[in-house]
T-cell receptor, first 114, second 114 residues
Framework: DQQVKQNSPSLSVQEGRISILNCDYT??????FLWYKKYPAEGPTFLIS?????DKNEDGRFTVFLNKSAKHLSLHIVPSQPGDSAVYFC?????????????FGKGTTLSVSS | GAGVSQSPSNKVTEKGKDVELRCDPI?????LYWYRQSLGQGLEFLIY????????KSGLPSDRFSAERTGGSVSTLTIQRTQQEDSAVYLC????????????FGPGTRLTVL
């Protein structure tokens, strides 16, 4: 059973608008969440993370929101740019298990049109 | 180089053959991970090395899969008697091994088993 779910396989938005990528998790032990971006033929690149002691983390155009009670997080990109077109993976782990593997969702393909 | 490197970038093999995939982690990173991404799937954890500790092999799908990490640096993932379902992109990642689980990924090896 998937512990990290990205229910939307794809998302299309126009340049300048907001992109919202969603992620749900089932394991209440998860307390650290990351978003990775992946371009074709490249490895995933770390984008932004959030610890469960926070409900929001912002880095430039990227903001991650965490709703622990709903076991839901989202990545907001605003304004979206064509270069943001990529596959976005949500990942989770338990901080107190240092260095353990990340559990990834299946990814959402974002397409930003100009 | 500064990042995680993997070789080969592409590998085509016949069913039943053995393959070896190599990963050079970022210098100084004590943790090393292998994942694979099958078509349309998220990243699936395979194996994790942390320093001199025994590796976490809990993600290896069968006993045909094994991995070594020599001298705490370079790692080799070996797949014996390859099957068509082994076709995937095999990704290596490394991290500092502390409680911040930011993992840095290599570009991956695309394995195709005919």
């Amino acid at each position: 059973d998937q512990q990290v779910k990205q229910n939307s396989p794809s998302l299309s938005v126009q340049e300048g608008r907001i992109s919202i990528l969603n992620c749900d998790y089932t394991n209440s032990m998860f307390d650290y969440f990351l978003w990775y971006k992946k371009y074709p033929a490249e490895g995933p690149t770390f984008l932004i993370s959030i610890s469960s002691i926070k409900d929001k983390n912002e880095d430039g155009r990227f903001t991650v929101f965490l709703n622990k009670s709903a076991k839901h997080l989202s990545l907001h990109i605003v304004p979206s740019q064509p270069g943001d077109s990529a596959v976005y993976f949500c990942a989770a782990s338990a901080v107190d298990q240092a260095g353990t593997a990340l559990i990834f969702g299946k990814g959402t393909t974002l397409s930003v049109s100009s | 180089g500064a990042g995680v490197s993997q070789s080969p970038s592409n590998k085509v093999t016949e069913k039943g053959k053995d393959v070896e995939l190599r990963c050079d982690p970022i210098s100084g990173h004590t943790a090393l991970y292998w994942y694979r991404q099958s078509l349309g799937q998220g990243l699936e954890f395979l194996i994790y090395f942390q320093g001199n500790s025994a590796p976490d092999k809990s993600g290896l799908p069968s006993d045909r899969f094994s991995a070594e990490r020599t001298g705490g640096s370079v790692s080799t993932l070996t797949i014996q008697r390859t099957q068509q379902e082994d076709s995937a992109v095999y990704l290596c990642a490394s991290s500092l091994g502390n409680q911040v689980n930011e993992q840095f990924f290599g570009p991956g090896t695309r394995l195709t088993v005919l």
